[in-house]
């Protein structure tokens, strides 16, 4: 099993900036991968990012690409995902996630991640 917990979430205005951050603890090595997605109501689950445990792929959904840069510390078991310039439409509840067999083909799937954080909101003003 692999725990994750979510923290750093909170209000911003647009234009600001927010760094989630997402803790796995447990048998963390059954994990190839942690991704982001982010859910706001009546909207269903979004890819966000995601950043292999070794290695340098990253992948990144369109609607964040130069904005959200997710980056992993892995002593600490810990994966990051700095939101910068956000915009009201960046509101939702960000979750953290992660799966023994993330690749090139389903990293945008949730379906693909065994494994999931309680999830942190994020809101955006405008």
């Known amino acids: 099993q692999v725990q994750l917990v979510e923290s750093g979430g909170g209000l911003v205005q647009a234009g600001g900036s927010l760094r989630l951050s997402c803790a796995a603890s447990g048998r963390t090595f059954n994990s190839a991968a942690v991704g982001w997605f982010r859910q706001s109501p009546g909207k269903v689950r979004e890819f966000v990012a995601t950043i292999r445990w070794r290695g340098s792929n990253t992948y990144y959904a369109d609607s964040v690409k130069d904005r959200f840069t997710i980056s992993r510390d892995n002593a600490k078991n810990t994966v990051y995902l700095q939101m910068n310039s956000l915009k009201p439409e960046d509101t939702a509840i960000y979750s953290c996630?992660?799966?023994?067999?993330?690749?090139?083909?389903?990293?945008?799937?949730?379906?693909?991640?065994?494994?999931w954080g309680q999830g942190t909101q994020v809101t955006v003003s405008s």
């Open positions: 996630a992660a799966g023994p067999a993330i690749y090139s083909g389903n990293y945008y799937q949730p379906a693909a991640y065994n494994y």
